[in-house]
């Protein structure tokens, strides 16, 4: 009686193929993606898109005018405080010829006028074309803000920051950290359905 190991393998490799076939062959379109690690309070950018910054002219001396770039997300109810999320933002994004990003902030807002946002600016001396997130080797820890604070953060997850400074660039779009088991649970899937079609077509 032949080994059905082999076919087993081949079973199971069909079945990784396919999968990361599945997961590929869809691809994202143009955007940054904000992902938010609940368990570990940190986030992270991944993804890339382009579009312009907004020139801001410094009439009195022309060597300080900037590009400046801003996407802001308004809340529904107030943080407890005004709190600096990050100075350096632009450590999030890959730096290049195309990146000349010198400066920044990440700020949550609560102002006496209702004005609840979370916004990101980012500054440079010649225009801003591309934004490329780093992705998880880099992350911005959010654990200092008041846990209240913390939760209306992580309430961003589903929803995007829009650009208010710049052109061109879409919304950045607020996600969790993906669960690694996902595609770890399809393909023990693909692998479970072969192997059950392999001793159907035997009894058969």
Do not use: W
Request: hydrophobic residues 40%.
């Amino acid at each position: 009686m032949p080994s059905i190991t082999p076919r087993i393998t081949r079973l199971c490799a069909a079945a990784v193929v396919l999968t990361v076939t599945m997961l590929t062959s869809f691809p994202a379109a143009a955007a940054v993606v904000m992902r938010i690690d609940t368990e570990n309070n940190v986030f992270y950018m991944e993804g890339i898109d382009s579009g312009n910054a907004r020139f801001e002219p410094n009439p009195i001396d022309p060597s300080f005018s900037t590009y400046d770039l801003q996407f802001l997300h308004t809340f529904a109810t107030q943080p407890s405080a005004s709190a600096s999320i990050t100075n350096t933002p632009q450590n999030l994004f890959l730096q290049g010829a195309t990146l000349p990003i010198s400066g920044g902030n990440m700020n949550m807002i609560r102002s006496t006028f209702s004005d609840t946002y979370v916004f990101i600016d980012l500054s440079a001396s010649s225009d801003i074309t591309t934004l490329t997130g780093k992705g998880s080797s880099e992350t911005v820890s959010y654990a200092s803000l008041p846990a209240a604070d913390q939760s209306l953060f992580e309430s961003m997850i589903g929803q995007t920051m829009s650009l208010t400074t710049g052109t061109g660039y879409s919304p950045i779009s607020v996600q969790a950290v993906p669960e690694p088991s996902i595609c770890i649970t399809a393909v023990a899937g693909l692998a479970a359905g072969g192997y059950s079609l392999f001793h159907l077509r035997k009894r058969g």
